[in-house]
């Protein structure tokens, strides 16, 4: 009997780690899917920022 209590506590102790473990990851996935559009619209603008500034550059001057 006593094995079977200590099982059954085990079980709900690793339970609550494991449901952690999960709402982490799930998390963790969400952050990266919403930080998505930021990054390729950071590289968009570091692309259109770095031809406006070669185009500046290749200008002969007068």
């Known amino acids: 009997m006593f094995k079977f209590l200590f099982a059954l506590v085990a079980l709900f102790g690793l339970s609550g780690c ?32 770095d031809d406006e500034e070669e185009a500046e550059e290749s200008e002969p001057e007068n």
Do not use: L, M, R
Request: proline share 3%.
């Open 18 to 49: 494991v449901v952690g473990t999960v709402v982490g990851t799930a998390v963790d996935v969400a952050v990266e899917v919403v930080k998505v559009p930021f990054k390729v619209g950071g590289a968009i603008v570091d692309v259109v920022s």
